[in-house]
């Protein structure tokens, strides 16, 4: 009996490539090497980013899923360890 699944469509990410948003890093990846911040719920990896900063970033890559990105400017005010 053959069973029948519709594919899942993925919308388009609300990202582009290159271009630069801001947000809050909200958590650490597994690896713990970059921060996670999401963008209309689109999980984007900023390189460097930690916890609770508020950054600015350029996107590097864009898959179906997740994107990755770059800190182009710190928050003023976020204090460093």
Do not use: C, H
């Not at 590097?60 to 400017?73: D, N």
Request: net charge positive; no cysteine; proline share 5%.
């Amino acid at each position: 009996m053959a069973y029948y699944r519709p594919r899942r469509r993925f919308r388009p990410p609300p990202v582009e490539l290159g271009k630069e948003y801001e947000a809050e890093i909200g958590e650490m990846s597994r690896k713990g090497d970059a921060g996670v911040a999401k963008i209309q719920g689109f999980v984007i990896f900023v390189s460097g980013a930690k916890v609770g900063q508020r950054v600015k970033f350029k996107i590097t890559r864009v898959g179906r899923r997740y994107a990755t990105a770059e800190v182009v400017q710190e928050e003023a005010g976020e204090e460093e360890d």
